[in-house]
Structure formats: structure tokens, C-alpha cells
């Protein structure tokens, strides 16, 4: 009985642990001194634990020095790429805002183009073009220019290319001007009739064909050089002054009196020719007052 008791007695004694209470942790982390918030901190693991009993304290602190400042500096790669990602996104939307307005003055450019070329067809459909410096017109795939005698008409070709691959057709109301294997780049009646005889075609620099056509009827501005291309105004051709100081006395006359006549039309007044009608018909009106002149017409 004796024995059971005293097993009892020690069975019912509190363990010394166990009557020990834990002490609180108490400390404020300064930041100006955190050294001495760790000493603090130490000396309360010291106390209520076996830590630094154990003979890898050093390298058990030390690895919990490294997985910290391991983390901390991950948070702060993560911070500076998202800083990084932010600047460049802000770069992107600011560099898109600037490229816009640009985007938006080409798109304004071109309808601008756009504009004008229906305007210049718009103008082809409502009457003849001005004329070039040449007295011709410049078209997509030639140009011509005139005088009161011949016809000029430039063709470019490919850089390069041979007499040999050319076709060239001339005859007295047609003409036909191409490359070999392709299809003509001109090939239409001529607006009037040509010297055939006085007409010619050259290569110049291999990249561009001439023809030279003597008109027939020197005497007259053509108002295109295929028929069915778009027509000049020929009251705004105008001869240069050195060739009418080469043409002969009675040609230059005949020049001079058309450009007169083209001016006084497009002023909507009399030409060379009404104005001579009207003075003959006065005079002779003068010399017959018995006579009815109330119904003439000049014709």
C-alpha cells in the first residue's frame, strides 16, 4: 500500500517545466537600430529554447540570414521589373499616341490624293487639259509635245532594252508603238493626217523611244495625238518666240493671224477674218444707201 502511495504522490507532482510560465516577447523593431531589436530577439530564443546549445547555431543562423536576404532581394527584382514593365507599357501607349496623329495625316494625305485625282478625271470628263510646256499633254504611259509643223511623242521603256525588240508603225492616219511579245502602248488613229515619208522613230539611251511626226497640215495645233486620249485646250497653245523668227515671212504671218484669231475668240470678240467681212460691208453699205441692208448676214 505503502508503495502504490508514494507512486501516486509522484504521479500527481507538477513537472518543473510545466510550473515554469512562458515570459511574453516584448520588443519594438527600431529602425534607426535593428541590431538591437536581434539582440533582444536572441536572447529571448536563448532563453526559452535549447537553440544555442545546438553546435550548428552558426550555420543555422547564418542560413536563416541567407533565405531572408534571398527573399528580399527577389521582392525587389519583382518590384523593378514590374517598375520596368510599367515604363515600358507607358512608353508603348505614349509612343502610340504620338504615332496616331501621324497615322492619322498620312490617312488625310492620301484621301487628299484621292480627292484630286477624281477631281483632275472629273476635269478630263468636263473639258480639254491647259497643255503641257510642250503645247502636248503628259499621260501615263507617254508624253507629246508639238509644234505648229511636227509632233514629239516620248515613250519609256525598260532601262536596257534593244532597237530590236521595238515595233514601230507609221503610216499616213495610224500609229502603232510597242515592245516585241507585249501588247502596243500606243496603237490609235492619229488626230490628223502625217508626213509618213518625213517621219521617224530612235531609241534614246535605251530606255525611252521618240517618234518625230510631220504633221501634214502645218498650220494647225493638234488637240491630241491619238484619238480617244484626252484633248488640249488649243487656245492656250502658244508657238516659242525663236521659232517664229526661223519661219518665213508668209508663214509667220499665217502664225501670227491664228494666234490673233484664238485670242479674240476666246475673248468672244471678232476674228481677223468677220472683222475684214464687217469693214467690207460697211464700205460697200456707204457707197449704195439706196439699198436694204437690214436682213444681211455675214457669213
Known amino acids: 500500500m505503502a508503495i502504490i502511495s508514494d507512486y501516486e504522490e509522484q504521479d500527481n507532482k507538477p513537472s518543473s517545466a510545466a510550473s515554469t510560465p512562458t515570459k511574453p516577447f516584448k520588443a519594438v523593431l527600431d529602425p534607426a537600430n535593428p541590431l538591437g531589436f536581434l539582440e533582444t530577439a536572441f536572447e529571448f530564443v536563448g532563453r526559452e529554447s535549447d537553440l544555442f546549445k545546438s553546435d550548428s547555431l552558426i550555420n543555422d543562423v547564418n542560413a536563416v540570414v541567407r533565405m531572408v536576404k534571398d527573399k528580399l532581394e527577389a521582392e525587389e527584382r519583382k518590384k523593378k521589373q514590374n517598375a520596368e514593365t510599367s515604363n515600358t507599357k507607358a512608353a508603348a501607349e505614349k509612343k502610340v499616341k504620338e504615332e496616331v496623329p501621324a497615322v492619322a495625316t498620312k490617312k488625310e494625305a492620301k ?49 536596257g532594252t534593244k532597237s530590236r525588240f521595238i515595233v514601230c508603225d507609221i503610216s499616213k492616219n495610224r500609229l502603232k508603238v510597242g515592245l516585241k511579245g507585249q501588247p502596243p502602248i500606243i496603237d490609235g488613229e492619229l488626230y490628223r493626217p502625217v508626213k509618213v515619208d518625213d517621219c521617224f522613230w530612235s531609241l534614246e539611251d535605251q530606255k525611252s523611244i521618240s ?23 488649243t487656245q492656250k497653245a502658244e508657238p516659242e518666240s525663236s521659232k517664229l523668227a526661223d519661219l518665213d515671212p508668209e508663214t509667220r504671218s499665217t502664225v501670227e493671224k491664228m494666234m490673233f484669231d484664238q485670242r479674240q475668240k476666246s475673248m468672244g470678240l471678232p476674228t481677223s477674218d468677220e472683222t475684214q467681212k464687217q469693214e467690207i460691208l460697211k464700205k ?7 439699198m436694204d441692208f437690214s436682213n444681211a448676214k455675214i457669213s
Open 211 to 233: 517618234v518625230l511626226l510631220t504633221k501634214k497640215d502645218q498650220m494647225d495645233w493638234w488637240k491630241c495625238c491619238v484619238k480617244g486620249e484626252p484633248e488640249i485646250d
Open 284 to 290: 460697200f453699205m456707204a457707197e449704195h444707201p439706196e
Open 111 to 159: 484621301e487628299e490624293k484621292v480627292k484630286e485625282v477624281k477631281e483632275e478625271n472629273e476635269d478630263d470628263k468636263k473639258g480639254p487639259r491647259a497643255p503641257n510646256k510642250g503645247n502636248g499633254l503628259d499621260l501615263e504611259n507617254y508624253s507629246w509635245n508639238q509644234s505648229l509643223q511636227e509632233v514629239n511623242v516620248n515613250i519609256p521603256v525598260p532601262p
